[in-house]
Nanobody, 116 residues
Framework: QVQLVESGGGLVQPGGSLRLSCAAS????????MSWYRQGPGKERELVAV????????SYTDSVKDRFTISRDNAKNTVYLQMTRLKPEDTAVYYC?????????WGQGIQVTVSS
């Protein structure tokens, strides 16, 4: 049974940091590209960051460059999103996604709220 379970979300003040984790099981994690998406209130879901299967290549949406870092540990079947200098507009439900060819798996999402 495929599972992607996000953790590490919550409430943080502007300028603060959070690290999201996404633990995977039920598939060969190391062969899948992993991504983080988010969906803010009243907004469409958007791609935030992507990391290649071996972790050697990453990319980010412009609004999070130099603030967020995606990484993965294939030995632990986990992908991370380190978020720094958080802004209120980063408030969203964050989802991790695994992709290999035409196969997509999604996590259930986790809330991140940036507010004073």
């Amino acid at each position: 049974q495929v599972q992607l379970v996000e953790s590490g979300g919550g409430l943080v003040q502007p300028g603060g940091s959070l690290r999201l984790s996404c633990a995977a099981s039920g598939f060969t994690f190391s062969t899948y590209m992993m991504s983080w998406y988010r969906q803010g209130p009243g907004k469409e879901r958007e791609l935030v960051a992507v990391i290649s299967s071996a972790g050697g290549s990453t990319s980010y949406t412009d609004s999070v460059k130099d603030r967020f870092t995606i990484s993965r540990d294939n030995a632990k079947n986990t992908v991370y999103l380190q978020m720094t200098r958080l802004k209120p507009e980063d408030t969203a439900v964050y989802y991790c996604k695994a992709k290999r060819f035409s196969v997509d798996y999604w996590g259930q999402g986790i809330q991140v709220t940036v507010s004073s």
